[in-house]
C-alpha cells in the first residue's frame, strides 16, 4: 500500500508520502512516491502516486521525459496552467492503462493508479488535483482542501479535526507527520522514509523538502509527544453518568 | 456499512455496536446490531453483526429460535463453553450462506457478513471471539485483546494506543465512545445510535447497557472534550527545527 497526501492551504502546498511497496508480506520494498518538476521563479510542480507501481513509475516516467525532451506536447514544463498539468497527467495515466491493462489483467494484477498533483505557476494561484485511475481529476478548494490516496482511513481523523485552509504551513506539515504516524502505527504496509514537502505560496521554487526516516528526531519527539498526549487526554476524559453497577 | 468493537480486558468485557445500515446512499436505516442472550447468574453471551443484514439477523433469528425452543442441537443456553457458542454462531452463517449464497450472487448482492461474539459461562472465563464469514473465527487473547468488524480503520489508532488487557472498564468504555467518535466524524455509513454494554467479569449479568443517541449529554460531553482536546495537543506541538526558508 502507499499513503500519500496533499494539502491546499492560503499559504501555499503541503505534500507528503511514505515510501513502502509491497506485493505481499514477502515483497517489501522502498520507493519513492514523490516526484518535484521545477523551473524556479516560474514553477513548481509536485506528483504524489499510489497504487500500481509499474503503471505510476511509467507515467512518471513519460512525463519527465516529455519535460526534458522539450517536446510540444505533455510537456509540463510548457503547461499554461495547473489545470493543464492535471490533465497532462491524466492523459499520462490513460495511456499507461490502454497499453498495459490488457497484459496486467491477463495475470490477475491490480491496475489502480491514482495521484495527488500540485504546485503553482508563474500568474496564477497554486492548485492541486486528485487524479483517479481513469485519468479524470478533481481540484481541491475552500470546503476540501487537503487530498489522500492509498491507506487513507487511520490517517484522517485528525485531518479533519485540525486541516482548515487558514491552517498556516508549518502547523499543516505537523500535522500532515502526525496523519503519518497513525497510519504507519496501524498498518504495515505504510512506513518511513517519509518525503515532506512544504510550498509556500509565489515562491515558485522547493525551499523545505525533508526525507524523514525512522530515526528522525525530530517526527520521533512529535509521535512521543502525541502519544503521550493522548494518552494523557485520554486520561482525563469525563466520566460518564450512567449507573453502571459495576463495583 | 457498520462499525462493532468488542474488547476483552481483565475486569471483563466492552461491546459497542452503531445502527446505521445503508444500501446506496438513497437507502439508509437504522437497525440494531448488538443482540444479547443472558440466563443471569449462570451466562451471558453478546454477539455484534457487520455485512448483509438479511444474512445476520437471518443467524441472529435461528439462534434464538434454537434457545427460546430448548433445542439440543445449535442452542446457545446449552453450549458447555462460549467457544461451543462461537461454532453455534458459526455453524449458523454457514448454513444461511450455503442456503442464501447462489441467490445472493444471481443478483449480485454482498454476502459478506461477519460477527463479534463475547460473553462468560458460569465455570469459564470471559471470552471473546472474531467469526468470519466462512463461520471459523479467531479468540482475542491478552496480545490481541479487541475486535472490530465493519469500518475498522478510522476509530483504530485510539485503540492501538490506549487498550491493553489491564485497561479498566469504564476508561475502556469511553475509548469505545472516542473511537466510535473518530469513525462517525470521517464515514457518513455508521451512525448513532450506539448500543454499548460494559460486563463486568464473573456477574454473569448485564448490568451496564446504554442505547447512546444524538442528543445524549455524555456523548457529547465527551466528544466536545475530545476534540477541543485534540486541538489544544496539536497546537503545543513540538516545532521542526528544518531551516524551512518559510517567511
Same sequence: chains 1, 2.
Wanted: net charge negative; hydrophobic share 45%.
Amino acid at each position: 500500500m502507499t499513503y500519500c497526501l496533499g494539502m491546499l492551504l492560503h499559504e501555499g502546498l503541503v505534500f507528503a508520502s511514505d515510501s513502502r511497496t509491497s506485493a505481499g508480506v514477502d515483497s517489501v520494498s522502498q520507493f519513492r512516491k514523490m516526484f518535484v518538476t521545477e523551473a524556479p521563479g516560474e514553477r513548481l510542480i509536485v506528483a504524489l502516486t499510489a497504487g500500481n507501481l509499474a503503471v505510476t513509475q511509467e507515467v512518471i516516467t513519460v512525463i519527465d521525459r516529455a519535460a526534458a525532451a522539450g517536446e510540444d506536447e505533455g510537456n509540463v514544463l510548457l503547461a499554461d496552467s495547473m489545470f493543464t498539468v492535471a490533465r497532462i497527467f491524466g492523459s499520462a495515466l490513460r495511456d499507461v492503462h490502454n497499453r498495459d491493462r490488457p497484459h496486467l489483467m491477463a495475470h490477475g494484477a491490480d491496475v489502480n493508479a491514482s495521484l495527488i498533483v500540485g504546485g503553482q505557476i508563474a500568474g496564477e494561484r497554486p492548485r492541486l488535483f486528485h487524479i483517479y485511475a481513469a485519468g479524470n481529476f478533481i481540484e481541491a478548494g475552500d470546503e476540501t482542501c487537503y487530498f489522500q490516496i492509498g491507506e487513507t482511513k487511520y490517517g484522517k481523523p485528525i485531518l479533519e479535526r485540525v486541516v482548515t485552509p487558514a491552517l498556516r504551513l508549518i502547523p499543516a506539515a505537523k500535522c500532515a507527520l502526525v496523519s503519518f504516524d497513525s497510519t504507519i502505527k496501524a498498518n504495515l504496509s505504510v512506513a518511513p522514509p517519509i518525503d515532506l514537502l512544504i510550498y509556500e505560496r509565489d515562491r515558485l521554487r522547493v525551499l523545505t523538502r525533508q526525507r524523514i526516516d525512522d530515526g528522525d528526531a525530530y517526527f520521533n519527539a512529535l509521535r512521543g509527544y502525541w502519544g503521550e498526549g493522548l494518552r494523557a487526554l485520554f486520561a482525563d476524559a469525563p466520566d460518564p453518568d450512567w449507573k453502571s453497577g459495576i463495583t
